[in-house]
């Protein structure tokens, strides 16, 4: 698989940021109220993810191992600022509902984690795809959330009737709690579908998907596609 490709589709599914590595939860619980606002943060996210994957590994040969983590949360800040005022400029609307949690984008795990996890040790393009991988991941994650939520709470899906008038709307699932069961729901259909696979012995299925479980222990490992 073309390594490019095989980035985004790592950040997509193998490695989904939300539902397989858990990551960024913080803005995934607090602003999926509706599948606009899963869009405009994912978005957001994945525009400093790529943004800052690019210039860190430009910048990996000349940055002091002492002061990386300092470096990379400055290039990250930066970026975030542009993208907060651009909200501000052009989508007041939706940078009011997001409100707190655009700046905090400047500590959210996933950005620095791929920052010291790839692109301070990989090419360009690589880190580019990467980053575009995982935010992608990220806004599929907030924005299946975020329809989920709306649909069952309200009835609507992206501030359009979609479900009856006479429905009556569940509001527990706009509320705070309906995050935590809306996760909690999608990530058990993924487990499913992992174990599934892995029942039938399909460890390269199993493994484009995260089969979740320890490569060290597993008896498939030969042919895990993990381990390739």
Do not use: H, W
């Not at 470096?71 to 940078?95: C, H, K, N, R, W």
């Not at 995982?134 to 599929?140: I, K, P, R």
Request: hydrophobic share 45%; with cysteine; glycine share 10%.
């Amino acid at each position: 698989m073309n390594k490019c490709v095989e980035r985004l589709y790592n950040g997509l599914i193998k490695e989904n940021p939300t539902f397989v590595l858990m990551l960024g939860m913080c803005p995934t619980l607090a602003v999926t109220t509706s599948a606009i606002n899963g869009v405009g943060m994912g978005l957001s996210t994945t525009v400093v993810l790529v943004l800052s994957n690019v210039i860190i590994s430009l910048m990996r040969k000349i940055i002091p191992d002492s002061v990386r983590i300092p470096v990379f949360i400055v290039v990250v800040a930066s970026f975030v600022t542009m993208v907060q005022f651009l909200m501000e400029g052009f989508v007041p609307d939706l940078y009011d509902s997001l409100g707190i949690y655009i700046p905090l984008i400047v500590v959210n795990c996933i950005i620095l984690g791929r920052a010291e996890s790839y692109a301070s040790k990989n090419p360009v393009i690589p880190s580019l795809f990467d980053g575009l991988g995982m935010g992608l991941g990220f806004t599929v994650g907030l924005t299946a959330i975020g329809l989920v939520r709306e649909l069952l709470g309200s009835g609507k899906a992206f501030n359009m009737q979609v479900l009856p008038v006479s429905y009556e709307p569940i509001t527990i699932f706009i509320l705070a709690p309906g995050a935590f069961f809306v996760l909690a729901g999608l990530t058990a259909l993924q487990n499913v579908a992992k174990k599934k696979a892995m029942q039938k012995g399909d460890t390269k299925a199993a493994a484009k998907i995260g089969c979740g479980t320890d490569c060290s222990e597993c008896g498939k490992k030969e042919t895990c596609g993990n381990m390739k």
